[in-house]
Every structure is written in C-alpha cells, then in structure tokens.
C-alpha cells in the first residue's frame, strides 16, 4: 500500500512548519571571497550558494571579443557533496541548462554596452542544494555583481513558488520539489517589475499559473529587500548619516 | 555653498524626482533619477551624479597610472594597469622614431615585472590604452613599498588639492606616488614612516565614504587637528584629474567636514 | 583585478625587492618567521548533506571538504578493504587566473597527494568497512573544493580532507537478503592516525613553511611533507627547481615540529564531534 503523505497538514503548515506565503530564511554575506571583483555567500533555507564575478576583465580568447559590448559567461556548478547523493564534477545537462537560464536573467539588467571588448564572469557554486537552488544563485549572482561596480538598472532577485497538495505556496523546499506537484522559479527587477526568468515544470490549471507567479514575484519582492539590506551593511556598515529619505 | 543632497544608494535605488539632469552613474527614467552603482548620491543644481564605491579602474585618457611590465613585443611593451584591459607602451615612446629592433635591446630598458608610471595618451572603444612615460616624473619606479587600492577610493586618498595624501607624507616624511588606476607607491627615509603611511592609506580607502575621516587619519598620525598641510608643487600621480571628479571632491571633503562639526 | 592571460601571478620588481630585503633580516613579506604558518581556522559539519565537511582558512586560502558514503566494489587487489579516493578540484572563484573546466595537471597532483597522505598514513582502518569481502565494500568519496587560492592548496586541501574524515558520521550499512541496506543508525569513522601534511617553498637559500600565492610565484622548488604520529607517511618534491639533501633535512624536521602543533588541533575536532 503507497503511503501518501500530507505535504501540508490540516492547520495550512508544511512540512517545515513554515505558511503559504512564508519565505524560508535567507542570509547573505557580501565580499566572501577575497579575490573576486564581487561576491556573495547566500543561505536560501538549506542551500548555501557562493556566487564570485570577476570583471570587467579581458576577454580569451581575444576572438570571443565583441566590439560594442560585454561578454557576459556564467556557469552554475554543484560540488559533488551537495546533493542527497554524490554528483559528478562534470556538468551535466542540468547545470549546462541552469547556467544559460541565469545568465539570460542576469543579462537584462547590466548595462554591457559600458564596457566593450570586455568579459564579466559569473560563478556560481552550489555547496548545498536543497530545493530552489538557481534562484538562491540568481540572488547571489546580482548581489555579486553589484560588490564587483559592474552598472546596472536594478538588482535581480529571484524567488520559487509552486504547488503542493492542491495549494499555491511560496518558496518550495527539496522535498516539496519531489513530493509537490508545480514548481516555477522566477527572476525579477522589482524596479523595471520586469520578469527575466521564469520556467515551469509541472502542471498548473490557468487561474493557478497566475496566483504562482504573483506568488513568487511577492517573493522576489521580499528577497530584493534582503538584498540591499545586504549591500548596505556591507558597504556603510553602522553609518547612517547620509542616509536621507526621499520620496 | 550651493545645496546638495546626499545619500547611500545601491543600484536601483531611486535618488531624486524631478527635473535633474543624470549624471556619472545615474539614469533617469521618466521623472526619476536612479543610481546604477553602489556609492554616494549627490543631488545638486547641476544634476544628480554617484560616486562609486566600487568596481574595477577603467582607463581614462590623460590619467597618470602605474603598470607592471608583463610582457613584450618586437615593437612594444605590454603593461598590467589592474584593470580590464592591458596597455601598451610602444617602443618608440622611449627610443625615439628611429627604434629598431635589431639595435635596440627592450628588456635592457625595462624588464617584465619593473613598475612604472606612465600618462595615457590613447584610448577608446576600438583599442587596448596606450601609455607614455615622456613626462617629467614618468618611467621605471626605482623602489617602494607598493599597495593595491580600490581606484574609487583614489579621489578620497588625495583628497581637495592634495591635502589629503600631502597630510599623510608630511607627518610620515615620505613620498606617495598614486596611480588613478589604484596602485600606490610609498618610499620614505625611515621604516617605520613608510608602515605609518601605509596604515593610514589602509584607513582611508576602508573608511571613504564617512565622515570626520580627515580628523582621523591626523589623530593617526598625531597631527594637530588645526594644521593644514603645507602646500607643494605635487608630486603625486593624478595630479591632473578630470574636472568633474575634482569639483566632487571638494563638496565631499567640505559637506563632511562639517557634519563631523556638528 | 589583473587582466593578464597568464596563469601565473608575476611579481612585481618592487616586492621581489621587499622580499629580498626581509628575508635577509629573517622575515617575510607578511611578517612571518620562516617557519611560520598563517592562522589555520576549521570548521566541521558545514554541509549536513554530507556526511561529514569542514571548511578551512589557511591565511586567505579557503578550501572546503566534504565526505560521502555510499557502497561499491572494492579497488582490485584491495578485495578486504573499503575503498577510499580523494578527489579535488580549484573552482573558478577561486582566482583570476582559473578557466572553468576539467582538473589540468596541478589539480590532480594535488588531489593524489591529498590522497596518498591519508592513505599511506592508513588513517582510516579500511579492514573495518567490508560487508561482503571481494565483491562490496564502503565506498568514502571525499570531494575538495578549492574556493579562494592564496597559496598552499596543499596543506589547506589536506586538512579539510582530515578534519571532515575525522568528524564524518558514517551510516552503518548491513546485508539483507544480499542486498544493502542502511540501518538508519550511525558510526564514528574508524580512524588510526591523523596524517598532518606541512609544504614548504624553497627562494634562494631560503626554506619557507606554508607559501603564500606571491611566494609561490617566486618559488624556486616546493616540497610537502606529511608525517603521523610516529614518522613520514608521503613525501612530494614539485616545481621546477631542486632542493639539496641538507634543505630536505630542514622540510622533514619542520614538517616533524609544526605538524604536532596542527595534529593537536584537528584532534581536537574530534573530541569535540564525539
């Protein structure tokens, strides 16, 4: 006999104890590694993501070069003690895919055409994944990108929101990823509110397909606010004198 | 003393609303002017600029850099300016028009790893910079103690006319050489000066954007707080600054000498 | 950051200079002895997906660990004993100057002699992890990733390797119906020994303990040197250049010395896991 298991139980918590529309614990550390132009270290839930951008720097091969704008490269990589089971070091197609994905989410809001014939490397390092790990890495990324001066319209966050039991919820864990029955990471300049990632795996009937993504944008929204947070303490610490509010 | 607003922002922050021009790091989208760096907003008469806080140097012509020489060509040398392109210095800047390779010897001149300063004379969006070491005060640096700064902290380390870095080696005696580019050169008769102008650079670059930070760097150095620096004839790489860069420096240096007044 | 296509650092002419002048007054550029090391920071359990981790901070160096258990064939010719392997890769973070992609020569060098420290020093009493002798064995993947390099990849690789190994959990697989099947409970891993792996870099005359990347890029030849409690387990010459007999003698006695101060501190990891 299958054992179904309740993935939200009869007072509307999940598995972790978390609500619908609560976002898991996220904490990010700008500036964690030494050599890099820009960096970010990101606890998303259980993930822990290291996100380094080097650049702008030079191109090589100097053919890969283009002439009115910068080459932007990411690459999104787990390391083999990430995940439940031991992964290859190899990319595989998943990470091929996940590496394309986030750089055409990081693209639209860098301003490249400020820096031609130049490179800007992206990395993205997975050192323990546990369910929405691309947009943990997403969130880094821009919080990098943004340590290392590199122009840009907006900052990008990103957030999942899926279904699970029936119900949209913001946020999904590993096991609700498994177990659940929608997952849909999204990518967001809350400034531009322009969405520059989205994807779908599962099956959704249209009014859910719209509920899960203002769900998520909500929780891109959210994650945005950590962000600066982030930068600020990072940047000006405990100064707070020039702060000023303007409307 | 015209008003000018200042601020914290990261990029994507909303500065001003209103009929501002956007200046360096801001764009203005349709009535707002939103910052596309991390750094210090400025709002004033003329517009609504951020000083970064970050990022790597991009060159500018005319700026005076210092390069680590990394590699040669028959016809040129290429130099390591820290920063997202090389640069090159021909041949024929230092030997003459009538350089020939076959009689006149490159790394007898300058050796892969020798430091320079040198002025950029060229650069745009089709070409690598080029360099020129035929000005007074240009070539090989002999010896120094060297640092690496982040170049948007090198407005703030030579501070209004000088007087920063000229503060620094008066109370220290030595001689810092500055680099827009970032890299900073100190020699000194003693070491104890050098390491003394070394901690304060460190100090300056950490604590850019604060204020009250010139009073610091002198109770560092245990200079009265009331002696401004003597002036000199500078010395100091960078001594010809964009205009723009110049002008911020001064309201920066004047705004938050004030506030720490207060 | 540097735009050089090197994959070297070369050192500026100024700082060879500094160099120079303080090693003749017995220092370092940094301010080190010669036979100092930079401060050694480590933490363990970082990845609880693993089943043991550590991250350690040599100086700047910043490499992580992580341990996973899984069961397998064992190694031909090792039929009665678990099988161990190390693996180790330099992420792309980890300075300008790594291009992403397979591990080149330097990285596997490093992850062999990760290896052969732990190994030859037979840390893990390997006898203890066979279920069924000749056909299947724990399988103990160690994974090393490199995530900040600032010289030394050797000692800092190897004493993520150690202290993750030395705090891991493992499960305690068991036969049934000859199929493998995982009690649920968990075990200690069966260590004998701690192998503390100390490298040296030879400038001139000059024998310097735990290099940084800038000593590195000066280097004339490299030497690691990994010790037990009772003697010398692996040794690895590397780098272009030569040591003569006296200056390994010196490498030995110091990788004797300051590897009892290390040994101290990773066994002291232990104690505190349980």
């Known amino acids: ?247 | 003393m015209h008003e000018v607003k200042r601020r914290y922002v990261v990029p994507g922050d909303k500065i001003a609303e209103g009929n501002f021009r956007p200046l360096m790091n801001v764009i203005k989208s349709g009535n707002t002017l939103i910052a596309t760096r991390i750094g210090i907003a400025e709002t004033g008469r003329d517009g609504v600029k951020v000083i970064p806080l970050s990022g790597v140097y991009i060159p500018r012509v005319n700026d005076l850099v210092i390069g680590k020489i990394i590699d040669h060509s028959s016809l040129s040398w290429e130099v390591d300016i820290n920063s997202c392109f090389s640069a090159h210095l021909p041949a024929q800047d230092v030997f003459g028009r009538d350089f020939s390779p076959a009689r006149d010897d490159m790394t007898k001149h300058f050796a892969i790893g020798d430091m320079i300063t040198a002025r950029i004379i060229a650069f745009d969006r089709t070409r690598d910079p080029m360099l020129t070491v035929q000005d007074r005060d240009l070539g090989k640096i002999p010896r120094g103690e060297l640092l690496r700064i982040s170049a948007t902290r090198v407005p703030r380390l030579i501070g209004k006319r000088g007087s920063m870095i000229q503060t620094i080696e008066q109370a220290t005696e030595t001689r810092v050489l500055i680099g827009q580019n970032g890299i900073v050169v100190v020699t000194g008769r003693s070491p104890e000066g050098v390491n003394l102008a070394v901690r304060a650079i460190v100090m300056v670059e950490e604590e850019a954007h604060t204020a009250n930070l010139t009073q610091r760097i002198k109770g560092l150095l245990n200079v009265p707080d009331t002696q401004p620096p003597q002036e000199r004839g500078p010395l100091v790489a960078g001594a010809t600054k964009p205009a723009e860069i110049e002008s911020t420096i001064d309201e920066v240096e004047e705004e938050l000498e004030v506030e720490g007044e207060k | 950051m540097s735009s050089s296509k090197r994959s070297t650092i070369i050192v500026e002419h100024l700082r060879k200079q500094q160099m120079w002048d303080a090693l003749s007054r017995g220092k370092r550029l940094d301010g080190r002895d010669f036979s100092e090391t930079r401060p050694l920071v480590i933490e363990t359990d970082v990845i609880k997906k693993a089943n043991g981790s550590a991250r350690v901070k040599l100086g700047d160096t910043e490499v992580i660990a992580g341990v996973k258990v899984d069961t397998g064939e064992p190694f031909e010719g090792l039929e009665n004993k678990g099988a161990l392997i190390v693996s180790a890769e330099v992420l792309p973070t980890a300075s300008p100057y790594i291009e992403p992609g397979p591990p080149d020569e330097e990285v596997v060098e490093l992850a062999r002699v990760v290896d052969r420290g732990v190994r030859e020093s037979e840390m893990i009493d390997l006898e203890k992890l066979v279920l069924v002798p000749g056909k299947i064995v724990y399988t103990i993947f160690v994974d090393c990733s490199v995530l900040n390099a600032d010289g030394n990849l050797f000692d800092a690789t190897s004493y993520a390797t150690v202290a993750a190994l030395l705090t891991s959990k493992l499960p305690v697989f068991e036969m049934q119906d000859e199929k493998v099947v995982d009690s649920g409970n968990t075990q200690p891993m069966p260590v004998t020994s701690v192998p503390v792996s100390i490298t040296a870099a030879r400038i001139g005359d000059y024998v310097l303990i735990d290099p940084s990347a800038e000593e590195e890029a000066c280097m004339d030849s490299r030497i690691t040197i990994t010790t037990t409690e009772e003697g010398f387990c692996a040794t690895q010459k590397g780098y272009t250049g030569s040591f003569t007999p006296d200056q390994i003698k010196k490498a030995a006695e110091a990788a004797t010395i300051k590897g009892k101060d290390v040994r101290a501190k990773l066994k002291g990891l232990e104690v505190n896991n349980g």
């Open chain 1, 1 to 247: 006999m299958t054992q179904i298991r309740n993935l939200i139980d009869e007072n509307g918590k999940r598995i972790d104890g978390r609500g619908a529309d609560e976002l898991r614990t996220v904490k990010i550390t700008v500036g964690a590694v030494k050599n890099a132009d820009g960096s970010a270290f990101i606890e998303f839930g259980k993930n822990k993501i290291l996100a380094a951008v080097y650049g702008p720097r030079e191109v090589h091969p100097k053919h890969m070069a283009l002439p009115d704008r910068c080459v932007l490269r990411c690459r999104y990589h787990m390391v083999p003690f990430s995940t439940d089971t031991r992964k290859n070091p190899a990319p595989s197609r998943r990470e091929i895919e996940i590496s394309k994905v986030m750089r055409e989410s990081l693209e639209p809001a860098l301003m490249l055409q400020d820096y031609p014939r130049a490179a800007i490397d992206v990395f993205v390092e997975v050192l323990q994944s546990d369910g929405g790990s691309r947009c943990a890495g997403i969130t880094a990324a821009s919080v990098a990108l943004a340590d290392a001066g590199i122009s840009m319209h907006d900052l990008v966050a990103s957030c999942a929101a899926g279904k699970v039991d029936n119900r949209i919820v913001l946020d999904i864990n590993d096991e609700e990823d498994k177990e659940g029955q929608a997952d849909m990471p999204v990518a967001y300049m809350p400034r531009l509110e322009q969405v520059t990632l989205l994807q779908l795996d599962g099956r959704l009937a249209p009014e859910q397909f719209d509920e899960c993504l203002e769900k998520a944008i909500g929780g891109c929204k959210m994650v945005y606010e950590i962000q600066k947070q982030a930068l600020m303490q990072r940047y000006f610490g405990n100064e707070t004198e020039l702060r000023e509010e303007v409307q």
